[in-house]
């Protein structure tokens, strides 16, 4: 059983900085994707970024993309996600999606396991 657990949200104001953090449990990490994912209030859940987590290759929305990296610390099994420049539109909460396949997609449908999601508010 995978667990997912994701840390790091909280409130910032627009241009701020932050870094949310998933920590992954319970399945070989190394030969999996792991994206992101927000859902604002009202909306429907969106891809923001993922990682293929042997080979580090990322992707990112279009919106974010500039503003926010992805990165990966396989000894630690956390996935980064840092995000600058932060706007009033990326208030959300955050989850973190899991896939045991080393291939990442941008459709939460493709993802497995989801941890509880951590939020992020922007002031303006």
């Known amino acids: 059983q995978v667990q997912l657990v994701e840390s790091g949200g909280g409130l910032v104001q627009a241009g701020d900085s932050l870094r949310v953090s998933c920590v992954v449990s319970?399945?070989?990490?190394?030969?999996?994707?792991l994206g992101w994912f927000r859902q604002a209030p009202g909306k429907e859940r969106e891809f923001v970024a993922a990682?293929?987590?042997?080979?580090?290759?990322?992707y990112y929305a279009d919106s974010v993309k500039g503003r926010f990296t992805i990165s990966r610390d396989n000894a630690k099994k956390t996935v980064y996600l840092q995000m600058n420049s932060l706007k009033p539109d990326d208030t959300a909460v955050y989850f973190c999606?899991?896939?045991?396949?080393?291939?990442?997609?941008?459709?939460?449908?493709?993802?497995?396991?989801w941890g509880q999601g951590t939020r992020v508010t922007v002031s303006s």
């Open positions: 999606g899991f896939r045991p396949f080393p291939r990442v997609t941008m459709s939460d449908a493709d993802y497995g396991y």
């Open positions: 319970g399945r070989t990490f190394s030969s999996s994707g």
């Open positions: 990682i293929s987590l042997n080979a580090g290759n990322t």
